[in-house]
């Protein structure tokens, strides 16, 4: 059974109601998404599946800068792609002129 690393988000039992009030059975499942993740304790990349609550979650907490047991290797990546962009302003000439983030 497949579950969310995180929070442990599994498959919920439920029933599908028809209009006439007929129940069958249906499984809720969790929007998983299987990421590679870098543990901060020993660097180890490992791939593990994590639902979408918990993977924005941790987004959001990594850009704001504090500090995660594990990351997605997806975000190191993207904060590296950051800082190599180049931001092009106007010069006094009208000019453009490219600078460093």
Known sequence: MATCY???KG???GHKVSHSAIK??????PNLHVLSVKF???NNIKQVKICSKCY?????DFWAGKTLPFVPVSLTN???LKSK??????NKNGQEKGTKN
């Open 56 to 60: 924005k979650k941790i987004k959001n």
């Open 11 to 13: 498959k919920l039992k």
């Open 78 to 80: 993207q904060q590296k």
């Open 6 to 8: 995180v929070c442990h």
């Open 40 to 42: 901060t304790a020993d």
């Open 24 to 29: 069958t059975r249906r499984f809720f499942k």
């Open 85 to 90: 962009t180049v931001k092009v302003e106007p």
